[in-house]
């Protein structure tokens, strides 16, 4: 028998144990696990808030916006908050664990459910999971509908008896306390009112039905792990105000401050070649969505994102080097979701050509939140970087003017037409535009017009023109091509050569037409120009382009290369020889006169004096001026003799 002394050594062991126990869990705690605790520490107190970047506007020459981002707001949905907090989620979550009939209006699935008998809710047919989740669905659909001024004691009151009733023949609105199904009523109807207001708001501006979409997600097995979905992609100023003022009605919508690409050129839309030529910019779409941007492509424009916030400085006295990466870790993760939901990408025109340019840097909120992820104190926040605005060569005006002309010009059957017009001394292409090619019924052979030919369609049409010239022109003067005897019929392909084992195709098998250049040229044969460029080789081919000012004017190029002698009618020789000449009368005429204050300072004379002694000879430079100008040959006597 134990006495006193040897249970107190007893208990006093238990307890040393029991201390051990607890010192071993708390060491676990605090040093091996100490990692996995700081990052859902701070990930509860932590929120790293995405904000988007204006995307770069896309100008024509002349600075006229063709097209630009337009601020506004989007509406998302949170699936998993509002499935298990508004009392229509509710509903639908328990309308889709009980396997009830299909319904399509909020009204009708709240009746179904609340009409549901208690000994459904303990139905072993349901299996004893989905029963678990119908009994928690049905307990907080009826604690949704009680006051909110209701005790505690009394809503814990109301679960026993919702336990007490399964089972029985009692629907489930008669778990509401009799005293209170008259407010529970009046709650429910204004909760439903107010949702099939918001339904005919996201009707009005194009979104997603919310009924339809809550539907489909109340019959997913993981509802907790679907991400957000977007229910508008646009929504009035008035509607996110009234969403935000009763935020405590509507858990699970979020208002996300979003930008939209607008086009420009009021009053000239449907210029269909130049919206193809300007193309899309879209957002993320996931995995399945070939034409975006992968996971790893995301994570990739992540980092980079991360690097470029040179103001990201997360390190702190009290917090530690640990609390900083984490803090880094975390807002990496923050871009990547970013990237993968919100960010928008070109993929197609110019948006994707110039897509690096265009897309910018969004910017972080490092904010502190509660329970209910409200931002209760703002950390810091690093800068958003705007895209840059990329300027084409295309001119508004002249595209508007091509197009209209275009839209009036009856395709032929069998046929294309297409138009370019470049600046003869830059080679910039001014304005592009066509239609497309059309079949035996009149039907175009594809819907986007005429710049959007897979692979390099659109380019080579635009320069055949400039081959068969070059074709010509080196025939003339004994250069390396085909002669016109020499060009085979087209036979719909053309063998490149047994050596690469390549062959190129034309869209028609255009037979002995396509021996003919001016055939050729008006049935667009692929076959003429594979051969003409074949005999003209690399070197003939780039001549081709240098005529036409496609490519730039080289040192070596020789005299006369240009076909374009004169631009804008004026001899580029001699508009240089006008504006050196400007320039020097400028140079000595105040307010600069840089070479009368030079000759000041070297006479060691006042300004003055050397203005007065200069007026004389002003009256014969601007005669001089007067004659350059107006009299060409005596500028161009010259130049003319060493060209020729």
């Given at each position: 028998?134990?006495?006193?002394?040897?249970?107190?050594?007893v208990?006093a062991?238990?307890l040393?144990?029991a201390?051990?126990?607890?010192?071993?869990?708390?060491?676990?705690?605090?040093?091996?696990?100490?990692e996995?605790?700081?990052?859902?520490?701070?990930?509860?107190?932590w929120?790293?808030?995405?904000?988007?970047?204006?995307?770069?506007?896309?100008?024509?020459?002349?600075?006229?916006?063709?097209?630009?981002?337009?601020?506004?707001?989007?509406?998302?949905?949170?699936?998993?908050?509002?499935?298990?907090?508004?009392?229509?989620?509710?509903?639908?979550?328990l309308?889709?664990?009980?396997?009830?009939?299909p319904?399509?209006?909020?009204?009708?699935?709240m009746?179904?459910?609340?009409?549901?008998?208690?000994?459904?809710?303990?139905?072993p047919?349901?299996g004893?999971?989905?029963?678990?989740?119908?009994?928690?669905?049905?307990?907080?659909?009826?604690?949704?509908?009680?006051?909110r001024?209701?005790?505690?004691?009394?809503?814990t009151k109301?679960a026993?008896?919702?336990?007490?009733?399964?089972?029985?023949?009692?629907?489930?609105?008669?778990?509401?306390?009799e005293?209170?199904?008259?407010?529970?009523?009046?709650?429910?109807?204004?909760?439903?009112?107010?949702?099939?207001?918001?339904?005919?708001?996201?009707r009005?501006?194009?979104a997603?039905?919310?009924?339809?979409?809550?539907?489909?997600?109340?019959?997913?097995?993981k509802?907790?792990?679907?991400?957000?979905?977007?229910?508008?992609?646009r929504?009035?100023?008035?509607?996110?105000?009234?969403?935000?003022?009763?935020?405590?009605?509507w858990?699970?919508?979020?208002?996300?401050?979003?930008?939209?690409?607008?086009?420009?050129?009021?009053?000239?839309?449907?210029?269909?070649?130049?919206?193809?030529?300007?193309?899309?910019?879209?957002?993320?779409?996931g995995?399945d969505?070939?034409?975006?941007?992968?996971?790893?492509?995301?994570?990739?424009?992540?980092?980079?994102?991360?690097?470029?916030?040179?103001?990201?400085?997360?390190?702190?006295?009290?917090?530690?080097?640990?609390?900083?990466?984490?803090a880094?870790?975390?807002?990496?993760?923050?871009?990547?979701?970013?990237?993968?939901?919100?960010?928008?990408?070109g993929?197609?025109?110019?948006?994707?050509?110039?897509?690096?340019?265009?897309?910018?840097?969004?910017?972080?909120?490092?904010?502190?939140?509660?329970?209910?992820?409200?931002?209760?104190?703002?950390?810091?926040?690093?800068?958003?970087?705007?895209g840059r605005?990329?300027?084409?060569?295309?001119?508004a005006?002249?595209?508007?003017?091509?197009e209209s002309?275009?839209?009036?010009?009856?395709?032929?059957?069998?046929?294309?037409c297409?138009?370019?017009?470049?600046?003869a001394?830059?080679?910039?292409i001014?304005a592009?535009?066509?239609?497309?090619l059309?079949?035996?019924?009149?039907?175009?052979?594809w819907?986007?017009?005429?710049?959007?030919?897979?692979?390099?369609?659109?380019?080579g049409?635009?320069?055949?023109p400039?081959?068969?010239?070059?074709?010509?022109?080196?025939?003339?003067?004994?250069?390396?091509?085909r002669?016109?005897?020499?060009?085979g019929?087209?036979?719909?392909?053309?063998?490149?050569?047994?050596?690469?084992?390549?062959?190129?195709?034309?869209?028609?098998?255009?037979?002995?037409?396509?021996?003919?250049?001016?055939?050729?040229l008006?049935?667009?044969?692929?076959?003429w120009?594979?051969?003409?460029?074949?005999?003209?080789g690399?070197?003939?081919?780039?001549?081709?382009?240098?005529?036409?000012?496609?490519?730039?004017?080289l040192?070596?190029?020789?005299?006369?290369?240009?076909?374009?002698?004169?631009?804008?009618?004026?001899?580029?020789v001699?508009?240089?020889?006008?504006?050196?000449?400007?320039l020097?009368i400028?140079?000595?005429?105040?307010?600069i006169?840089?070479?009368?204050?030079?000759?000041?300072?070297?006479?060691?004379v006042?300004?003055?004096?050397?203005?007065?002694a200069l007026?004389?000879?002003?009256?014969?430079?601007?005669?001089?001026?007067?004659?350059?100008?107006f009299?060409?040959?005596?500028?161009?006597?010259?130049?003319?003799v060493?060209r020729?």
């Amino acid at each position: 028998m134990i006495g006193a002394r040897g249970r107190i050594v007893v208990v006093a062991g238990v307890l040393l144990v029991a201390l051990g126990v607890v010192l071993v869990h708390l060491a676990n705690l605090m040093l091996v696990q100490h990692e996995t605790w700081l990052e859902r520490s701070c990930r509860n107190r932590w929120a790293f808030r995405d904000v988007p970047p204006r995307r770069g506007a896309i100008l024509d020459r002349t600075g006229v916006v063709l097209v630009q981002d337009d601020p506004g707001w989007s509406l998302w949905l949170d699936p998993a908050r509002f499935l298990q907090a508004h009392p229509l989620g509710l509903a639908c979550s328990l309308h889709a664990a009980l396997g009830l009939e299909p319904a399509t209006e909020p009204e009708a699935v709240m009746h179904a459910v609340l009409s549901t008998r208690m000994d459904v809710l303990d139905d072993p047919a349901l299996g004893a999971e989905r029963r678990k989740l119908a009994r928690d669905l049905a307990l907080a659909l009826v604690r949704s509908l009680l006051p909110r001024t209701l005790s505690i004691a009394e809503r814990t009151k109301i679960a026993s008896a919702f336990r007490a009733a399964l089972g029985s023949g009692r629907i489930l609105l008669e778990m509401v306390p009799e005293g209170h199904r008259a407010e529970a009523s009046k709650l429910l109807t204004t909760r439903l009112a107010g949702f099939r207001s918001l339904r005919e708001k996201l009707r009005a501006v194009g979104a997603n039905d919310p009924v339809n979409l809550l539907a489909e997600l109340a019959r997913k097995e993981k509802k907790l792990q679907v991400p957000q979905r977007r229910l508008a992609k646009r929504i009035p100023y008035e509607l996110v105000v009234d969403l935000t003022l009763e935020r405590e009605l509507w858990p699970g919508l979020v208002c996300l401050p979003s930008v939209e690409r607008k086009r420009g050129l009021p009053g000239r839309e449907g210029l269909l070649s130049l919206e193809t030529l300007i193309g899309r910019a879209r957002l993320y779409q996931g995995p399945d969505d070939e034409e975006a941007p992968g996971a790893d492509e995301a994570e990739v424009s992540a980092g980079q994102a991360l690097a470029n916030l040179t103001d990201l400085d997360l390190a702190s006295d009290d917090e530690g080097e640990a609390v900083a990466d984490l803090a880094s870790r975390q807002a990496h993760i923050a871009l990547i979701a970013y990237y993968k939901r919100t960010a928008r990408f070109g993929n197609s025109g110019v948006e994707k050509l110039c897509n690096a340019e265009l897309e910018g840097t969004p910017g972080l909120r490092w904010t502190e939140q509660n329970s209910r992820a409200d931002e209760r104190r703002l950390f810091a926040s690093f800068d958003v970087l705007p895209g840059r605005d990329v300027k084409l060569t295309i001119d508004a005006r002249i595209q508007s003017a091509l197009e209209s002309t275009l839209d009036r010009f009856e395709v032929p059957q069998g046929g294309e037409c297409g138009f370019t017009l470049i600046d003869a001394d830059s080679g910039d292409i001014l304005a592009l535009g066509g239609r497309p090619l059309k079949d035996a019924e009149g039907r175009p052979w594809w819907t986007t017009p005429a710049v959007a030919w897979k692979g390099p369609g659109d380019l080579g049409s635009v320069a055949k023109p400039f081959v068969l010239i070059e074709n010509y022109e080196s025939e003339r003067l004994g250069l390396p091509c085909r002669k016109a005897g020499e060009f085979g019929p087209c036979k719909g392909t053309y063998d490149v050569g047994p050596s690469s084992g390549r062959k190129l195709k034309c869209d028609l098998d255009h037979g002995a037409l396509g021996q003919d250049p001016i055939e050729a040229l008006s049935r667009s044969c692929n076959s003429w120009f594979f051969q003409s460029g074949a005999g003209l080789g690399a070197e003939g081919l780039k001549r081709a382009f240098v005529r036409a000012g496609l490519l730039p004017l080289l040192p070596d190029s020789g005299p006369g290369l240009r076909f374009q002698s004169e631009i804008a009618g004026i001899d580029p020789v001699h508009f240089g020889i006008i504006m050196v000449f400007n320039l020097f009368i400028g140079a000595l005429t105040p307010p600069i006169g840089n070479l009368a204050f030079i000759a000041a300072m070297v006479a060691k004379v006042p300004p003055s004096a050397v203005f007065r002694a200069l007026w004389p000879y002003f009256a014969a430079l601007i005669a001089a001026l007067l004659v350059i100008t107006f009299v060409p040959a005596l500028s161009l006597w010259l130049p003319h003799v060493l060209r020729h």
